[in-house]
């Protein structure tokens, strides 16, 4: 199968858009089904030899133990709980709020009692509408929710080859139903003092320093599907610092940048797994280098945090 094979937002803004809000009602699900971590790791998705899973969630709040899968294969949702029970209902044909209704339904046929606290989509143009009544979002198309879970799987290995090169705190690789992007975080040790009037989720996902990678579809702001990087709190002139390949470049986004590198550029390169590590890492040394990180201490090459097996014979 072709490396990073075409996406262009244009094709399949329709389906993305329906998929992202099906994205965010399992979500909701699940936020309220687990244990909080820190960062809000508990809340994304994460991949699948078949397309995305919330992974086990439950048992705290009284409910079995329970997961849910988008089955992008069979174009399924597959819901299961730990006895062994399932049911699963088709993707293909189901606005929001059918799906919404189908969703609920099936998780209390296996006797799991789901509750979405805000039953309306985040940080999304229609916030204001419940999911249940959302009749306009109805888009399924196959072949692209199948090339959507393509793309997310292969990015998603090669974010773990960057992640193995830090030895210091950082996020998992998941997939965040918020935005429908897939990102990997590296941390300091740094406290980060925010002012009273920031909401909870962006206070607790900024609490401490940071250098985030990942991947997205691309929106109504950059509309192409990139690579991007950028650091919180952004260190002064961070856009002084170069990006690898050529291709790869400075944004303003909200009140900061973002490095990206458009995945179309990226798909142009005679390497394009080694373009996308080189901007990763070009971005990296940007955010932490300006920031006074020790970066050769935080470096674990290969996945090797001992001295003595990262030299040669090691």
């Given at each position: 199968?072709?490396?990073?094979?075409?996406?262009?937002?244009?094709?399949?803004?329709?389906?993305?858009?329906?998929?992202?809000?099906?994205?965010?009602?399992?979500?909701?699900?699940?936020?309220?089904?687990?244990?909080?971590?820190?960062?809000?790791?508990?809340?994304?998705?994460?991949?699948?030899?078949?397309?995305?899973?919330?992974?086990?969630?439950?048992?705290?709040?009284?409910?079995?133990?329970?997961?849910i899968d988008f089955d992008f294969v069979d174009h399924q949702?597959?819901?299961?709980?730990?006895?062994?029970?399932?049911?699963?209902?088709?993707?293909?044909?189901?606005?929001?709020?059918?799906?919404?209704?189908?969703?609920?339904?099936?998780?209390?046929?296996?006797?799991?009692?789901?509750?979405?606290?805000?039953?309306?989509?985040?940080?999304?143009?229609?916030t204001a509408r419940p999911f249940a009544e959302d009749t306009?979002?109805?888009?399924?198309?196959?072949?692209?929710?199948?090339?959507?879970?393509?793309?997310?799987?292969?990015?998603?290995?090669?974010?773990?080859?960057?992640?193995?090169?830090?030895?210091?705190?950082?996020?998992?690789?998941?997939?965040?139903?918020?935005?429908?992007?897939?990102?990997?975080?590296?941390?300091?040790?740094?406290?980060?003092?925010?002012?009273?009037?920031?909401?909870?989720?962006?206070?607790?996902?900024?609490?401490?320093?940071?250098?985030?990678?990942?991947?997205?579809?691309?929106?109504?702001?950059?509309?192409?599907?990139?690579?991007?990087?950028?650091?919180?709190?952004?260190?002064?002139?961070?856009?002084?610092?170069?990006?690898?390949?050529?291709?790869?470049?400075?944004?303003?986004?909200?009140?900061?940048?973002?490095?990206?590198?458009?995945?179309?550029?990226?798909?142009?390169?005679?390497?394009?797994?080694?373009?996308?590590?080189?901007?990763?890492?070009?971005?990296?040394?940007?955010?932490?280098?300006?920031?006074?990180?020790?970066i050769a201490r935080l470096a674990s090459p290969g996945g090797?945090?001992?001295?003595?097996?990262?030299?040669?014979?090691?």
């Amino acid at each position: 199968m072709e490396l990073f094979p075409p996406i262009p937002l244009a094709e399949w803004r329709d389906t993305k858009e329906t998929l992202h809000r099906f994205g965010q009602v399992v979500g909701k699900i699940r936020l309220a089904a687990t244990a909080r971590r820190n960062h809000w790791w508990n809340v994304p998705f994460h991949l699948t030899g078949r397309g995305i899973t919330t992974r086990p969630m439950g048992q705290i709040d009284g409910n079995p133990v329970f997961t849910i899968d988008f089955d992008f294969v069979d174009h399924q949702l597959v819901l299961a709980t730990l006895d062994g029970s399932s049911t699963s209902f088709p993707l293909l044909g189901q606005s929001v709020a059918s799906f919404h209704d189908k969703t609920l339904a099936a998780l209390a046929s296996l006797g799991v009692r789901a509750e979405i606290r805000v039953p309306r989509p985040y940080d999304l143009p229609d916030t204001a509408r419940p999911f249940a009544e959302d009749t306009e979002h109805a888009t399924y198309d196959p072949v692209q929710a199948n090339r959507y879970w393509q793309v997310l799987s292969q990015v998603a290995l090669v974010l773990e080859e960057f992640a193995a090169g830090y030895s210091g705190k950082a996020s998992p690789v998941h997939h965040f139903w918020h935005s429908l992007d897939i990102a990997h975080s590296r941390f300091s040790e740094r406290h980060i003092d925010q002012p009273p009037q920031v909401d909870p989720v962006t206070r607790e996902a900024y609490s401490r320093e940071l250098v985030s990678f990942g991947f997205w579809f691309g929106d109504d702001t950059l509309g192409e599907p990139a690579f991007y990087s950028y650091t919180a709190p952004e260190p002064a002139e961070l856009t002084r610092e170069p990006l690898t390949p050529t291709s790869a470049h400075w944004v303003a986004r909200n009140a900061g940048h973002l490095a990206v590198l458009p995945y179309a550029a990226a798909r142009a390169e005679s390497d394009p797994r080694a373009a996308v590590l080189a901007f990763y890492e070009s971005a990296y040394q940007a955010g932490a280098g300006r920031a006074g990180w020790d970066i050769a201490r935080l470096a674990s090459p290969g996945g090797i945090t001992d001295p003595q097996l990262v030299r040669p014979g090691g």
